[in-house]
C-alpha cells in the first residue's frame, strides 16, 4: 500500500553526485514556488546542493540532525567486533586484525564527520539537534561557531490522552526492530532470564522484526511468557502494557518512549545517550539504568514490577509529562525558530 503524503512530492532529475545539474534545479525550484525556508533532514547527502541556493538572498536553510552526531563513533568498536565473522580460528583472526584496526578506524571515520560537518555549516543558516545535549559530541566534531544551533525535539506520534485511567496488563513491552547492532534487544532477553521466575504472572511481549528474532526465539524457549508478534500497530500494546524497556547501545532521540509514554506505559532504560534525561525524570517518570548493567537493570525493573502504586503514580506522571512533545508544542517551536532566523541579519 503506497504512503499519501499531505504535500506534494518532488524529486531530483538526477543522482545526488551529479551536484551541478542538481543544484541547478534546486535553486530555480525555490525561485518558482518562492520558497524562503529549507529544512533539510539530511544535511549529509544534500549539503553540497546548497551553494546553488545561497545566491537567492531570502532563502534559510536548517539542517537537522536526527541523532547524537558521535553515536555509531562511540560504539564503532563493538560494531566492529559484531560484523568480524564466526567463532572459527579464521574468525578470529579476522577478529583480532579488526580489533588492532579499530583506532585507526575511530580516527579516520571522526575525520570524515568533520569535513562533513564543515560543509554543513559552511552553507547552513541553522543546525538542528534533538537536544541541546548532543552539544559536546558535536563540539568534539565541529567547535569553529555553535552560535547557529538549536534544538528541537521529536514531536511525539500520538495526540495526548484525555482518558489516562489506562486499564494496564503485568506486561513488558519492547517495540522496534530486532537487531544486535544499536538495538541490543538480546540484552532484554538476559534481563528477562534473570526475573521471570519471581514474576510468574509477567509477560515479555516483543512488537517489532529483524536479522535476530529466530535466534532469540530460539534462546526465550529456555523461558517462559515470552512473546513474539513480529511487525504489529504498536498502539493497543502500548496501551496493554504497564512497563516499556529499552536497552539500546544508544538513540537519537527513542521515539518508543514517548509513545508508550503517552499511555502511560512507564519507561525503563539505560541511560546510554544524552537526550534521553529530556524525557525520562529517573524516579518520577521512568526509571534510567547505568549502562550496561543487567543486573541493574533487573533490579529496578523487579522493583517496579513488585510495586502496583508506584506504577500507577509514575504511569500518571508519564502522561503529563509527555504532552510537551505534542505536535502542536513542537510545531510552536519550529515557528519560532524561524522567525529568529528570519530576523537575524547573515553573517
Not at 533532514?41 to 545561497?54: A, E, I
Not at 541490543?184 to 504472572?201: A, E, M, N, Q, T
Not at 496501551?239 to 502511560?264: N, P
Request: positive net charge; charged residues 25%; aromatic residues 14%.
Amino acid at each position: 500500500m503506497d504512503y499519501a503524503y499531505p504535500a506534494s512530492s518532488y524529486f531530483f532529475p538526477y543522482q545526488v553526485r551529479k551536484v551541478e545539474k542538481n543544484g541547478l534545479f534546486f535553486r530555480s525550484f525555490l525561485q518558482e514556488h518562492r520558497i524562503d525556508m529549507v529544512i533539510d533532514q539530511d544535511p549529509q547527502t544534500y549539503y553540497t546542493l546548497y551553494s546553488f541556493s545561497k545566491t537567492l538572498r531570502d532563502v534559510y536553510i536548517i539542517s537537522v540532525i536526527h541523532y547524537n552526531p558521535l553515536g555509531i563513533y562511540h560504539h564503532l568498536g563493538e560494531f566492529v567486533m559484531w560484523v568480524s565473522g564466526k567463532n572459527t580460528i579464521m574468525g578470529k583472526i579476522r577478529k583480532v586484525a579488526r580489533i588492532l584496526k579499530i583506532p585507526m578506524l575511530k580516527y579516520d571515520y571522526k575525520r570524515t564527520l568533520q569535513s562533513d560537518y564543515g560543509g554543513i555549516f559552511r552553507y547552513t543558516d541553522a543546525l538542528c539537534l534533538l537536544s541541546l545535549k548532543f552539544l559536546p559530541d558535536l563540539w568534539q566534531i565541529y567547535s569553529k561557531d555553535l552560535s547557529r544551533v538549536i534544538a528541537i525535539p521529536n514531536p511525539n506520534t500520538y495526540p495526548a490522552q484525555e482518558n489516562t485511567d489506562f486499564l494496564k496488563k503485568k506486561q513488558i513491552l519492547y517495540v522496534g526492530r530486532i537487531e544486535w547492532r544499536q538495538k541490543r534487544v538480546g540484552r532484554l532477553i538476559d534481563i528477562w532470564k534473570r526475573i521471570y521466575k519471581k514474576f510468574p504472572d509477567w509477560e515479555l511481549v516483543i512488537v517489532g522484526d529483524g536479522p535476530i528474532r529466530q535466534t532469540l526465539e530460539q534462546k526465550a524457549l529456555k523461558m517462559e511468557r515470552v512473546v513474539f508478534t513480529g511487525w504489529q500497530d504498536p498502539e493497543p500494546f502500548y496501551r496493554d502494557a504497564s512497563i516499556l524497556c529499552l536497552t539500546s547501545d544508544f538513540e537519537g532521540w527513542g521515539m518508543v518512549l514517548t509513545e508508550a509514554m503517552t499511555f502511560g506505559a512507564v519507561p525503563v532504560a539505560f541511560n546510554s545517550y544524552a537526550a534521553i534525561t529530556d524525557i525520562i525524570d529517573d524516579g518520577k517518570n521512568g526509571l534510567l539504568v547505568p549502562p550496561f548493567s543487567h543486573k541493574e537493570f533487573a533490579r529496578k525493573l523487579g522493583s517496579l514490577m513488585k510495586d502496583e502504586e508506584l506504577r500507577r503514580e509514575m504511569s500518571k506522571n508519564c502522561v503529563q509529562y509527555v504532552r510537551r512533545f505534542d505536535i502542536q508544542n513542537v510545531a510552536d517551536e519550529w515557528e519560532n525558530a524561524f522567525d529568529r532566523l528570519k530576523s537575524t541579519a547573515r553573517q
